[in-house]
């Protein structure tokens, strides 16, 4: 080790990154008592941090006990719809179940900017050193070992027995350590998002909701033009989180803006009469891993670990990436703990995080949807043509016309077999069946 490695401040963990990841690994840690720095680009925690806003309890519970007491959350989520849009209609399935309004609840909407900040608030409680407005620029190495990292700052080397990079879906750490190559256009969705400012009532009218109930609804098909992605609406306290996204790839190939998605999306005529009234507060575009398992690199190398995003650790099937965040955060400190218990630093002995991970809901949920995304990418039918075929079934079945129910059904179904064969779409959903299952 260099002279000024020798004189320079050393921690025992060095986390890069105050998303969710980054901050409950610190906390974690902090708890045992080590000496913990955690460097955030951010004016402050959450400033750049871009999320939906579903954040889910028992994850979030496991590192932070009953935060719900005093984090500042937006709504209780107690309903979940699902809509199927095509340009002039919306098929809708739901579910809400009054259980989810009683503690310990199930869900919560947040607004990052401000739960992030509160989350590091309890980081710092618990004894770690947070360094906002700080870039880290690369991992510093003494030979294959990661020993510190150097960022932009003067004088801004700062070491540390291990580093936990948890600095989000581009991460510079887990890519310049070797661990992962730079992100794939089919392996990222592009998504923006605006809080849309309404009054209480008016939310609470318009989603049917009391108090501070609130509800989720995700959009499919036209929501992302028929690209693979999804759209969304979360009701805040006195705002929508609304928002929409497409896999890189897609926007590319049709020269597609997410903004013009997000626009697209807000005029649909099932859209446009929630938002309506509403002044737009904040404009955020982020990226979202969607390479499930086959993006998931290995996890830890000599004195480094890679957590939530920055090892693409996303369910997109069930829109989660916050909890997964959190959980991989704690079992990294977990593997940080024994490691210093060992006096090893070793890949091998950081290695028990990969097996924490591989034993966990994350690794199982992300090898059941593992051909989800691609197959999906491969068949474009199930974002435009069954959702149209869906909703005209419906609209025929809804219209009285003096034609008898049997007729219109025999209608459907000649419909859907002139645009697709049976054969074709039998195995459509045969492969979409196994793709989730
Ligand atoms: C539009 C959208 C909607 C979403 N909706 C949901 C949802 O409803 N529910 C859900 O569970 N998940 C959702 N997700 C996913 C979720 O936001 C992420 O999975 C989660 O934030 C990952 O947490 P993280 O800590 O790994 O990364 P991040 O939250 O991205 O945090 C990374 C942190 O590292 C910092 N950083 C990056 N590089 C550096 C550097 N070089 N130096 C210093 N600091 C650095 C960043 O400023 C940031 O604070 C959504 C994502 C998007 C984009």
Redesign the pocket.
């Known amino acids: 080790m260099s002279q000024t490695a020798q004189s320079a401040e050393k921690f025992d963990t060095i986390v890069?990154?105050?998303?969710?990841?980054?901050l409950s690994a610190a906390y974690t840690l902090a708890k045992a008592g080590l000496k913990v720095a955690v460097?955030?680009?951010?004016d402050f925690?959450g400033s750049?941090?871009?999320?939906?806003?579903?954040?889910?309890r028992q994850p979030t519970e496991e590192v932070f006990p009953e935060f719900w007491r005093t984090a500042p959350l937006e709504r209780v989520l107690i309903e979940q719809g699902a809509w199927v849009l095509t340009e002039k209609a919306a098929f809708k399935f739901g579910h809400r179940h009054q259980a989810f309004n009683e503690e310990p609840y199930n869900a919560f909407t947040v607004l990052r900017a401000r739960f992030d900040k509160w989350s590091a608030q309890q980081v710092r409680d618990a004894g770690a050193l947070i360094i906002p407005e700080?870039?880290?620029?690369s991992p510093i190495m003494d030979g294959e070992k990661v020993i510190g990292v150097r960022t932009g700052r003067p004088d801004g080397d700062l070491y540390a027995d291990v580093v936990i990079a948890?600095?989000?879906?581009?991460s510079?750490l887990a890519q310049a350590a070797g661990l992962r190559p730079e992100i794939d256009p089919d392996q990222v969705a592009v998504?923006v998002?605006e809080v849309i400012a309404l009054p209480r009532e008016v939310i609470e009218s318009r989603f049917n909701l009391t108090g501070d109930q609130g509800a989720a609804i995700e959009m499919y098909a036209d929501a992302s033009w028929g690209m693979v992605g999804t759209g969304f609406i979360?009701t805040n306290k006195e705002s929508l989180s609304v928002?929409c996204?497409a896999l890189l790839s897609q926007l590319i190939e049709r020269g597609v803006t997410p903004n013009d998605l997000l626009e697209h999306m807000k005029a649909h005529p099932a859209v446009a009469p929630l938002l309506e009234g509403g002044e737009t507060r904040e404009y955020l575009a982020?990226?979202?891993p969607e390479g499930g398992l086959r993006g998931m690199p290995r996890l830890s190398t000599h004195g480094m670990l890679v957590?939530?995003?920055?090892a693409m650790l996303?369910n997109s099937m069930h829109?989660?990436?916050?909890?997964?965040?959190i959980i991989s955060g704690k079992f990294a400190a977990q593997a940080v703990l024994r490691a210093r218990e060992w006096g090893d630093y070793s890949a091998e002995s950081l290695n028990y995080y990969d097996q924490l991970v591989r034993d966990s809901f994350i690794y199982k949920d992300l090898y059941k949807y593992r051909n989800m995304s691609r197959f999906f990418e491969r068949h474009p039918e199930f974002f435009a043509l069954y959702p149209d075929l869906l909703n005209e079934a419906a609209r025929e079945m809804l219209t009285v016309d003096g034609k008898s129910k049997r007729s219109k059904q025999r209608a459907i179904f000649w419909d859907a077999l002139r645009k697709r064969s049976l054969v074709r779409m039998a195995l459509d959903f045969y492969g979409a069946w196994r793709s989730v299952a």
């Open positions: 890069v990154g105050a998303g969710p990841a980054g460097v955030e680009r951010g925690p750049k941090n871009v999320m939906g806003g579903v954040l889910y700080t870039v880290v620029e948890a600095d989000g879906v581009n510079l998504a998002k979360y928002g996204g982020h990226l979202i957590v939530g995003d920055a996303v829109r989660e990436g916050s909890n997964l965040a």
